[in-house]
């Protein structure tokens, strides 16, 4: 199986998003970008890591990453119901899921390595330019509430090839369901 391994970018508050920011992930010559969204309390812990790391040696996620062996590689496998599958996987074979923004925050404060499908990488990349103003969120790793909010707003706008596609994302996760 044929992989990118990804780099922390940054993350962004998103306007208007409710609590909600984008992570940016990089391969690592930085030409294809990951958008990731997650939560305020997320985005929180990976700022303060961003502006002052050795403040943050002693709290709890990097005493536990610093007991982990050295073995140990992150996989995002997969796109399921909006939320990328991520695999933590030591040599042997053990594996254990995470959230994606967990393993974004793992890879951050250790070395960890984070890598992606190629095939995955290919389907929801975008070129990378550190200058842009404006970031995609692919609508295929939006979660329900958001895809339906968005669908209104989509609608309320006018915008019907946007709602088009919203509506038939959000069809397809209630087929995935039954």
């Given at each position: 199986m044929k992989r990118t391994l990804l780099r922390f970018e940054n993350v962004q508050q998103v306007v208007g998003g409710e609590g909600m920011a984008v992570i940016i992930l990089t391969d690592t010559d930085r030409k294809?970008?990951?958008?990731?969204?997650?939560?305020?309390?997320?985005?929180?812990?990976?700022?303060?890591?961003?502006?002052?790391?050795?403040a943050c040696k002693n709290m709890?996620?990097?005493?536990l990453a610093s007991l982990l062996p050295?073995?140990?590689?992150?996989?995002?496998?997969?796109?399921f119901e909006g939320q990328y599958q991520v695999m933590l996987m030591n040599e042997i074979g053990d594996s254990v899921r995470l959230r994606i923004s967990d393993a974004v925050l793992l890879s951050l404060i250790s070395d960890i390595?984070?890598?992606i499908?190629?095939?995955?990488?290919?389907?929801q990349c975008f070129p990378f330019d550190e200058k842009a103003q404006k970031i995609a969120?692919?609508?295929?790793t939006m979660d329900l509430p958001r895809l339906q909010s968005a669908l209104a707003d989509a609608i309320e706008n006018e915008d019907y090839e946007l709602a088009s596609q919203l509506r038939d994302e959000i069809n397809k996760r209630h087929h995935e369901r039954d």
């Open positions: 294809r970008a990951l958008s990731v969204v997650c939560d305020e309390p997320m985005s929180q812990q990976l700022q303060m890591r961003i502006a002052n790391p050795k709890l996620p990097e005493t050295a073995s140990y590689e992150m996989l995002i496998c997969g796109l390595p984070l890598h499908e190629n095939n995955l990488m290919e389907r969120i692919p609508i295929n």
